[in-house]
C-alpha cells in the first residue's frame, strides 16, 4: 500500500520555465513533508520541507506548497536550470520517512 | 554540517561471501541511523532503524539475520550483509539523524552492492 505516491515518473522541462512535481498521500495523520533531490548512484539531498500547519514555504527558487484537504503537495521550481536536471523524492514524515517513486526531472537548456 | 559519509562507495562480492558496509555522521553526532535499500527506478524502502547503543528496529520483511545492523556509537553505524546472494545486489544508503532533529534526515552517498 503506497502511502506517498508521485504520479509522473519524469517530467520535462525548458530552461526558465517552472517546474512542477507533485505529490499525494494518503495517511493525513502525516504532519511534515520533505523533498529530496537525487543523482545517480548518490544519496538524496534535503531541498525543502513543509509542516502540516502550513500551506506554502519558500526557499530560493523552491517552493512548497500544501493543501491538506486533498493530500496533495507539490514543488514548484522556478526559474528552473539544467542543473536541477535529477530525480525529486517527497516524503512524508509519520516517525519515520516515507517516500514517493520518485520523479525524474530534465531541464533541456 | 550535517555531513554523512559511507564506505565503500561500491563493493562486488561473491555469492555466500559477507559484506560490511559502514556509514558516519562527520560533524554531528546520530542518536537515529536509518538504512534504506533503493532498487533502480524505485523509491527508496526502508530496511530498519537504529538507535545508538540498541538493537535495530527491523521493516516488515526484511531479515535481520541476514542484514546485521550495528549502532555502536553516535557516528557510526554498519550493515552486514551476510551470505550474500544476487537478489542482494541493491543500491544501500544510510541516513543520520541528529539530536533536536525529529524530521529531518542527512543522508549519505550510497554504496552500491553486486553480488556475482
Known amino acids: 500500500d503506497q502511502q506517498v505516491k508521485q504520479n509522473s515518473p519524469s517530467l520535462s522541462v525548458q530552461e526558465g520555465r517552472i517546474s512542477i512535481l507533485n505529490c499525494d498521500y494518503t495517511?493525513?495523520?502525516?504532519?511534515?513533508f520533505l523533498w529530496y533531490k537525487k543523482y545517480p548512484a548518490e544519496g538524496p539531498t534535503f531541498l525543502i520541507s513543509i509542516s502540516s500547519i502550513k500551506d506554502k514555504n519558500e526557499d530560493g527558487r523552491f517552493t512548497v506548497f500544501l493543501n491538506k484537504s486533498a493530500k496533495h503537495l507539490s514543488l514548484h521550481i522556478v526559474p528552473s536550470q539544467p542543473g536541477d536536471s535529477a530525480v525529486y523524492f517527497c516524503?512524508?514524515?509519520?516517525?519515520?520517512?516515507?517516500f514517493g517513486q520518485g520523479t525524474e526531472l530534465s531541464v533541456k537548456p | 554540517g550535517a555531513v554523512v559519509s559511507q564506505h565503500p562507495s561500491w563493493v562486488i562480492c561473491k555469492s555466500g561471501t559477507s559484506v560490511k558496509i559502514e556509514c558516519r555522521s562527520l560533524?554531528?553526532?546520530?542518536?537515529?541511523m536509518f538504512w534504506y535499500r533503493q532498487f533502480p527506478k524505485q523509491s527508496l524502502m526502508l530496511m530498519a532503524t537504529s538507535n545508538e547503543g540498541s538493537k535495530a528496529t527491523y521493516e516488515q520483511g526484511v531479515e535481520k539475520d541476514k542484514f546485521l545492523i550495528n549502532h555502536a556509537s553516535l557516528t557510526l553505524s554498519t550493515l552486514t550483509v551476510t551470505s550474500a546472494h544476487p537478489e542482494d545486489s541493491s543500491f544501500y544508503i544510510c541516513?543520520?539523524?541528529?539530536?533536536?532533529?525529529?524530521?529531518?534526515?542527512?543522508f549519505g552517498p550510497g554504496t552500491r552492492l553486486t553480488v556475482t
Open positions: 495517511n493525513s495523520m502525516f504532519d511534515y
Open positions: 541516513s543520520a539523524r541528529g539530536q533536536g532533529d525529529y524530521y529531518e534526515q542527512y
Open positions: 516524503a512524508a514524515a509519520g516517525g519515520k520517512l516515507i
Open positions: 560533524d554531528f553526532q546520530a542518536t537515529t
